[in-house]
């Protein structure tokens, strides 16, 4: 039986989370084939208020802090990679619509169906004609590709470039609406994170009103039109770092996973060429399984200091600085270098049994390449930026 949340503590949401560790491995082959999260698991989520993790209580949400949260989102993930990918997307949408858009938005949207709403959303558009007419905007073409959670959502996000006269962005435009104005295509065909229906999505004369659609660069940096909430320390949360958090944190638990599964094929797997008559006995094998435990120990320390440095600037209403958010995405970056360097190394001793469809490893193994080549997550690029800002210049980041 799962735990159900009876009060909104870290204890609670972190152990409701564990506890679906075994039914999301169980389901992880029907998660894959569906190319979406399987009704029983969403069913799971939603019960135990996973994906309100974020989300104000005033519509129906816990308002847990982003360490609570981060926690909960590994947890999950080692269970299942694709929906440890769909819950830290979903929920920390609710950090962003929350922050981000005024209280005439948020009744419009929570209302009396509140505990329906689910998030879905993509900031950059690979194409997107929009319009100035009276009242809000005409999308009269758009094109969004790698939309999470798209078969699940209620209402989306998106993101629209304001273009002057001379064929400049002059800002972001961040836009929502209900999910039923869009089409979803049928196009997510990847090699790994395949259970997150991360589909593209498309919009055809689509009217957005103005009080839907706020100024994303803004937003970025923390200046907020969710005046209502000014008071709960949470919605002061710097928004880009704990984006960029969200995309990282589900490989923390692909990894804790990946070692558990290695670590469970070691006493009965017989070496060749080592010298012992058992994998488990070799100096190699020490060795390797050591350096990825650190690697993978320093990187979890790295992603819940970046959740602790988040709370404590919200938690006294400051938003975070400039130069201190770029330090944060170097630090994402520089943990999702970390895991990268530990899956190597485990899949090095592993042998080739993970080649078999169907392996736990080979999962792990495709599902945290295609996170790790996030743009978002680049360790060279958020280094760069941050090596940028340690000598005197300004990091090439436009947003962050």
């Known amino acids: 039986m799962n735990p159900v949340i009876q009060k909104e503590s870290k204890v609670d949401v972190v152990a409701a989370a564990k506890s679906l560790i075994p039914s999301l491995r169980e389901r992880a082959t029907e998660t894959d084939a569906l190319g979406r999260i399987p009704e029983a698991t969403m069913s799971e989520l939603k019960e135990l208020g996973l994906f309100k993790m974020l989300r104000p209580k005033q519509y129906g949400g816990q308002e847990q802090n982003m360490r609570t949260y981060s926690e909960a989102i590994v947890e999950i993930s080692k269970g299942c990679g694709s929906t440890g990918w769909i819950v830290a997307l979903c929920a920390i949408r609710e950090l962003m619509v929350a922050e981000s858009f005024s209280e005439q938005t948020h009744e419009e949207i929570f209302g009396e169906n509140k505990d329906n709403v689910l998030f879905a959303g ?239 490893m080979q999962r792990i193994l495709l599902d945290f390449l295609v996170l790790h080549s996030h743009r978002s997550l680049s360790p060279i690029i958020t280094i760069e930026n941050y090596g940028r800002v340690l000598s005197g210049l300004e990091s090439n980041a436009v947003r962050y």
């Not at 809000?136 to 939309?147: A, H, K």
């Not at 962005?169 to 997150?196: A, R, Y």
């Not at 060749?272 to 100096?283: L, P, Q, S």
């Not at 990825?292 to 992603?303: H, Y």
């Open 122 to 360: 993509v900031y950059e558009p690979r194409k997107c004609i929009a319009k100035k007419v009276e009242g809000g905007y005409l999308i009269e073409e758009g094109f969004w590709m790698f939309c999470s959670g798209s078969q699940h959502a209620t209402w989306g996000y998106f993101g629209m470039p304001i273009i002057n006269e001379d064929g400049k962005m002059v800002d972001q435009v961040l836009m929502t609406l209900p999910f039923s104005e869009m089409e979803i295509m049928d196009d997510w065909n990847v090699m790994g994170l395949k259970g997150t229906g991360s589909n593209s999505v498309k919009m055809h004369n689509v009217f957005i009103p103005d009080h839907r659609c706020t100024s994303f660069v803004k937003a970025l940096d923390g200046d907020f039109e969710s005046s209502h909430l000014r008071n709960i320390p949470l919605y002061h949360t710097a928004l880009f770092p704990a984006l960029i958090l969200s995309l990282g944190l589900p490989g923390v638990g692909m990894l804790r996973s990946a070692m558990e599964f290695f670590k469970q094929g070691l006493p009965n797997r017989r070496a060749a060429h080592m010298g012992v008559e058992f994998v488990k006995d070799a100096a190699s094998t020490h060795a390797i399984i050591a350096e990825a435990e650190l690697k993978i120990e320093t990187a979890e320390i790295f992603f819940y200091k970046v959740a602790d440095a988040l709370d404590a600037s919200a938690q006294a209403k400051e938003y975070m600085g400039r130069h201190e958010r770029v330090k944060t995405l170097a630090d994402i970056g520089y943990a999702n270098q970390l895991l990268k360097e530990a899956m190597d190394l485990l899949m090095s001793a592993s042998g080739s049994g993970f080649a078999y469809n169907g392996h736990p």
